[in-house]
């Protein structure tokens, strides 16, 4: 039955292209991905970055708002 309502919501031809689907939807949602180097090494480059202190949410909002 849940083929069925996969294959149907996606416009898939049959039950096994509904079985991939969810296989690949169950890998992107709940396994761990593997984090590409560029994006690890982007990472690293703003953990080294000095933060900007901006106090708190209301001196935040009167700096921008007035």
Same mark, same amino acid.
């Given at each position: 039955?849940v083929?069925?309502?996969?294959?149907?919501?996606?416009?898939?031809?049959?039950k096994?292209?509904?079985?991939? #689907? #969810?296989?690949?939807?169950?890998?992107e949602?709940?396994?761990?991905?593997?984090l590409?180097?560029?994006? &690890?090494?982007?990472v690293?480059?703003?953990?080294r970055e000095?933060p900007i202190?901006?106090?708190? &949410?209301?001196q935040?909002?009167?700096?921008y708002?007035?």
């Open positions: 039955m083929l069925n309502v996969v294959k149907a919501k996606y416009g898939l031809r049959d096994s292209e509904a079985i991939n #689907m #969810m296989a690949e939807q169950y890998e949602n709940v396994l761990e991905p593997q590409r180097p560029k994006y &690890v090494e982007k690293k480059q703003i953990q000095v202190k901006v106090g708190t &949410v209301s935040l909002r009167k700096r708002v007035d």
